[in-house]
């Protein structure tokens, strides 16, 4: 069975500063994919970015970045120059690519202080 | 606005009674999936149809939990006897197949509704 894991249940950072969230993961499987939610405060869940685990090279979108280490079974989040929009709860996620059911861990809760 | 919708966003309800949830997918999303999120935890996979084809259903879909896709197009969660237990809130997701084109980007990403929020007292 596959599990992910969020260490850290709540991190906060002042605006406009660097923050990296992390996230393990276990699986036997060697085709997935894994993905970053946001989840602002009484909003919908948002796809922030994705892995495709056969890709070496890491994802980038703008300001957020990964660093994913397959070996390790280790896909952390960078956040660049933090803005106050980004306060929200973070997921990390796994999918099969045989059915894509997304596999979530437990969250972390980002602040970003003015 | 082409997301997906939920109604109701609310539902309080007594202990005991049934309740029931609509979910409208983007239209052209083949894919619908429920999912359940207590306060403070991830989501977790209920059940996810393709069509109006129910493929998986987790464990945790008691036989309270009932789901249903009779066109394929939006989708009903009905809770039967709830229990206090049952207060979460319920995601519902929708994407097209997963699945790559040729040479292009991966598909399949879910997109999901605000939520219904159930309580029961």
């Known amino acids: 069975a596959q599990t992910v894991t969020q260490s850290q249940p709540e991190m906060s950072v002042q605006e406009a500063e660097t923050v990296t969230l992390s996230c393990t993961y276990d699986?036997?499987?060697?085709?997935?994919?894994l993905f970053w939610y946001k989840q602002p405060p009484s909003r919908q869940m948002i796809l922030v970015i994705r892995?495709?685990?056969?890709k070496q090279q890491n994802a980038t979108e703008n300001r957020f970045s990964v660093n994913f280490q397959k070996a390790a079974k280790s896909f952390s989040l960078k956040i660049s120059d933090s803005q106050l929009g980004d306060t929200a709860m973070y997921f990390c996620?796994?999918?099969?690519?045989?059915?894509?059911?997304?596999?979530w861990g437990a969250g972390t809760k980002l602040i970003i202080k003015p | 606005d082409t997301g997906v919708s939920q109604d109701p966003r609310h539902k309080i309800t007594k202990r005991g009674q049934n309740v029931t949830f609509r979910c409208d997918p983007i239209?052209?999303?083949?894919?619908l999936y429920w999912y359940r999120q207590t306060l403070g935890q991830g989501p977790e996979f209920l059940t996810y149809?393709?069509?109006?084809?129910?493929?998986?259903k987790s464990r945790l879909l008691s036989d309270r939990f009932s789901a249903e896709r009779p066109k394929g197009s939006f989708s009903t969660l009905e809770i039967q006897r709830t229990e206090q237990g049952d207060s979460a809130m319920y995601l519902c997701?929708?994407?097209?197949?997963?699945?790559?084109?040729?040479?292009?980007?991966?598909?399949?990403?879910?997109?999901f509704g605000p939520g219904t929020r159930l309580t029961v007292l």
């Open positions: 239209s052209e999303h083949n894919r």
């Open positions: 699986t036997s499987e060697n085709n997935y994919y």
């Open positions: 149809f393709q069509n109006e084809a129910q493929l998986e």
């Open positions: 892995q495709e685990a056969y």
């Open positions: 996620a796994f999918a099969l690519d045989s059915n894509y059911q997304l596999i």
């Open positions: 997701a929708s994407s097209s197949p997963p699945g790559r084109l040729a040479g292009g980007p991966p598909k399949g990403e879910q997109f």
